[in-house]
């Protein structure tokens, strides 16, 4: 499976965006989507995860939060939308892909799409 992430940008504080991540490719199987960031000199951050096994789960201080998973219909395009963009959402996004259940560790994650930027600035 291979992942394209897109939706990206400079955004102004307080604004939206809907992050995508594209899959391509065969699974005998439908993988868990994870959604991470990283911003420089830092490890990826779980944001939250998508799977038929375990629906959406959110990680630490992204549950109940400004974070939203949703995936379309054909289940090959996961979405992360931001609401309420803070300067501290700048960050790199990066969509990843595993087994069947979610977890929070990017280094379980088998694949990575090539990360999209956001910059939040006014």
């Known amino acids: 499976v291979q992942l394209q992430a897109s939706g990206g940008g400079l955004v102004q504080p307080g604004g939206s965006l809907r992050l995508s991540c594209a899959a391509s490719?065969?699974?005998?199987?439908?993988?868990?989507i994870g959604w991470f960031r990283q911003t420089p000199g830092n490890e990826r951050e779980g944001i939250a995860c998508m799977s038929r096994e375990d629906g959406v789960i959110y990680y630490g201080n992204f549950r109940r939060s400004r974070f939203t998973v949703s995936q379309n219909s054909s289940k090959n395009t996961t979405y992360l939308r931001i609401d309420g963009l803070r300067y501290e959402d700048t960050a790199t996004y990066y969509c990843a892909y595993k087994g069947l259940y979610c977890n929070g560790y990017a280094i379980t994650y088998e694949s990575w799409g090539q990360g999209t930027q956001v910059t939040v600035s006014s």
């Open positions: 490719g065969a699974t005998a199987y439908d993988p868990a």
